[in-house]
T-cell receptor, first 114, second 115 residues
Framework: AQSVTQLDSQVPVFEEAPVELRCNYS??????LFWYVQYPNQGLQLLLK??????LVKGINGFEAEFNKSQTSFHLRKPSVHISDTAEYFCAVSEADAGNQFYFGTGTSLTVIP | DGGITQSPKYLFRKEGQNVTLSCEQN?????MYWYRQDPGQGLRLIYYSQIVNDFQKGDIAEGYSVSREKKESFPLTVTSAQKNPTAFYLCASKDELTGDNSPLHFGNGTRLTVT
């Protein structure tokens, strides 16, 4: 089974500063990668996904992520954060040919400081 | 608009009572999932169903039961056997027709408090 590691449980950052949220996964098999955002007392909303092709993927709200196969990483970035980006962010992985199983990291709480 | 509806949003029960959480989707998705979320632990899979009248246990199925009598509905029952039922419960669905790489779509969750 996969394991997904989000090393940073909490990330404080000042408004308009850049941010990177880190995600590493364990398996070397072909994978699909996802980032989700969760606002308080709500469900998870898909930010972006990597399925194949270009390793740099762009998502909603100005976020982007880069897939690095050799480092088994899928870090999320935003060049300039807003107060409204304060939320919990989850990285998720599913394996090709076993797409019904999703593996989630433990989440990173992003707090944007005015 | 298509989506996943979970009800109620907040649920309070006394210890020893069974409680059923509702999940309905109008996305025409075949696969549906139940996750439990606790602070600092991410999402843990309780049950999932790939097709009507079939479901599989996830990582933490003990103390829970599900049914899948209709494609649109996947209710979760938290039984009195669940030792620590207070949590945030998330229902999700997935479009199987577009292949393995489809993402999960989530409802807005039900927060269950058992005292």
């Amino acid at each position: 089974a996969q394991s997904v590691t989000q090393l940073d449980s909490q990330v404080p950052v000042f408004e308009e500063a850049p941010v990177e949220l880190r995600c590493n996964y364990s398996s070397s098999v072909s994978v699909y990668l996802f980032w989700y955002v969760q606002y308080p007392n709500q469900g998870l909303q898909l930010l972006l996904k990597y399925l194949s092709g270009s390793t740099l993927v762009k998502g909603i709200n100005g976020f982007e992520a880069e897939f690095n196969k050799s480092q088994t990483s899928f870090h999320l970035r935003k060049p300039s954060v807003h107060i409204s980006d304060t939320a919990e962010y989850f990285c998720a992985v599913s394996e090709a040919d076993a797409g019904n199983q999703f593996y989630f990291g433990t989440g990173t709480s992003l707090t944007v400081i005015p | 608009d298509g989506g996943i509806t979970q009800s109620p949003k907040y649920l309070f029960r006394k210890e020893g009572q069974n409680v059923t959480l509702s999940c309905e989707q109008n996305l025409n998705h075949d696969a549906m999932y139940w996750y439990r979320q606790d602070p600092g632990q991410g999402l843990r899979l309780i049950y999932y169903s790939q097709i009507v009248n079939d479901f599989q246990k996830g990582d933490i199925a003990e103390g829970y039961s599900v049914s899948r009598e209709k494609k649109e509905s996947f209710p979760l029952t938290v039984t009195s056997a669940q030792k620590n039922p207070t949590a945030f419960y998330l229902c999700a669905s997935k479009d199987e027709l577009t292949g393995d790489n489809s993402p999960l779509h989530f409802g807005n969750g039900t927060r269950l408090t058992v005292t």
